[in-house]
C-alpha cells in the first residue's frame, strides 16, 4: 500500500512536467523522472510473475511451424491471462493509464526522430548513388577528352566495359530490400513478398525495420484468409518486439483474426487490452468501436 500510494503521488507530478519541458536539461529530467516513475511500476508488477510465466510458456510454440496446438495455447493464455490480471485491475488501472500517457509522449518524439533518421539514411545512400555515377561519366568525358588530342592512326581501340559493372557497383541497402518485398505485397503477390520479408529478417537481423517485416508476414497471412497463421506471426511481432510501433496494430488485426474465426470471447479480450495498452492509439479508437459493434450484434440476436 504504502509503494501504492508513492505511486500515486508521484504519477500526479507528471503533467506538471511535461508542462514545464523547454529545454533538452528538462528533457532530460523529464525522463529521468520517467524511469524512476517506471521502477515503481515494476514494483507492483512482481504480483503479475507467476501469469506472465503464463504466457512465456506458450511463446516456444512460435519457433515451430504453425500447429493447432500453438493456435489453442493462444488463444486459452489470453482468456486466462485476463481472467487473471482483472483481480488486480482496479489497483493498477489508474496508474498504468497515467503511465502509457507519459510514455507515449516521449516514445512518440522517440518514434519520429527515429523515422526522420532511418528516411536520412535512404536519402543518404540514394545521393552517393548519384555522385559515384557522376564521377563515373566525368571519368569518362575526360578520357574522350584525351583520346580526341591523339591523330586518329594513334587512337587505341575502345575497351568494351561490362555492362554489369555499374550494376555490380550498386549495392541493395536494406531500405531498398524492404521497399522492394513491400511493394510485391501491394501489387498482390503476396507469397513472394513473404518470402522476401522472411529473408529480410534473417539477413538483416539488426534494422530497424525488422518488426514492420515481422507485421507484413502476418499482413500476408490475413490477407490470404489464413487466420490462424496470421494470429501465429502477429502473436511473434508483439512478443518478440513488444517496444515497436506496429503492437497496436497487431493487437488490432489478431482481434479481427479471431473474429473471422467466429471467436467473439477472445477478440474482446484482445481490444480490451490494447485500449488498455495504449490508450491514446488511433488502434484504440478503432478497437472501442469494434467492440460497440460487438455489443449491437450481440443484442440483436438475443
Given at each position: ?82 481472467d ?15 503511465l502509457e ?101 534473417k ?35 508483439i ?6 510501433n ?16 467466429n ?36 443484442k440483436?440476436?438475443?
Amino acid at each position: 500500500m504504502k509503494t501504492l500510494i508513492r505511486w500515486l503521488l508521484f504519477v500526479g507530478t507528471v503533467p506538471v512536467i511535461f508542462g514545464c519541458v523547454t529545454t533538452t536539461s528538462d528533457y532530460t529530467a523529464l525522463r529521468n523522472d520517467l524511469n524512476q516513475l517506471t521502477r515503481l511500476y515494476n514494483e507492483q508488477q512482481k504480483e503479475l510473475v507467476a501469469i506472465k510465466q503464463q504466457v512465456i510458456d506458450y511463446k516456444s510454440f512460435l519457433d515451430r511451424s504453425p500447429s493447432k496446438d500453438a493456435f489453442e495455447a493462444i488463444r486459452n493464455s489470453q482468456i486466462k491471462l485476463n481472467d487473471q490480471i482483472s483481480e488486480i485491475n482496479d489497483e493498477l488501472q489508474q496508474l498504468q493509464n497515467r503511465l502509457e500517457e507519459s510514455t507515449y509522449r516521449i516514445n512518440k518524439t522517440l518514434k519520429e526522430s527515429t523515422e526522420e533518421r532511418a528516411q536520412l539514411r535512404a536519402e543518404i545512400d540514394s545521393l552517393k548513388e548519384e555522385l559515384a555515377s557522376i564521377k563515373e561519366k566525368i571519368a569518362l568525358i575526360g578520357t574522350t577528352a584525351q583520346q580526341k588530342t591523339v591523330p586518329q592512326t594513334q587512337q587505341p581501340a575502345p575497351q568494351a566495359q561490362p555492362a554489369t559493372e555499374t550494376k555490380e557497383k550498386k549495392e541493395l541497402t536494406p531500405f531498398d530490400v524492404y521497399q522492394a518485398a513491400l511493394k510485391k505485397l501491394e501489387q498482390g503477390k503476396i507469397k513472394e513478398a513473404r518470402a522476401d520479408f522472411q529473408d529480410f529478417i534473417k539477413k538483416y537481423k539488426d534494422s530497424d525495420l525488422v518488426d514492420n517485416a515481422q507485421f507484413w508476414i502476418a499482413e500476408s497471412y490475413y490477407k490470404e484468409g489464413s487466420y490462424e497463421d496470421a494470429i501465429l506471426e502477429y502473436d511473434a511481432l508483439i512478443n518478440k518486439y513488444p517496444k515497436s510501433n506496429k503492437v497496436p496494430g497487431a493487437m488490432l488485426k489478431q482481434a479481427y483474426s479471431f473474429l473471422k474465426l467466429n471467436d467473439t470471447n477472445t477478440a474482446r479480450v484482445i481490444l480490451n487490452r490494447l485500449i488498455q495498452r495504449f490508450p491514446n492509439s488511433k488502434e484504440a479508437e478503432l478497437a472501442k468501436k469494434k467492440l460497440e459493434s460487438i455489443s449491437k450484434a450481440k443484442k440483436k440476436t438475443q
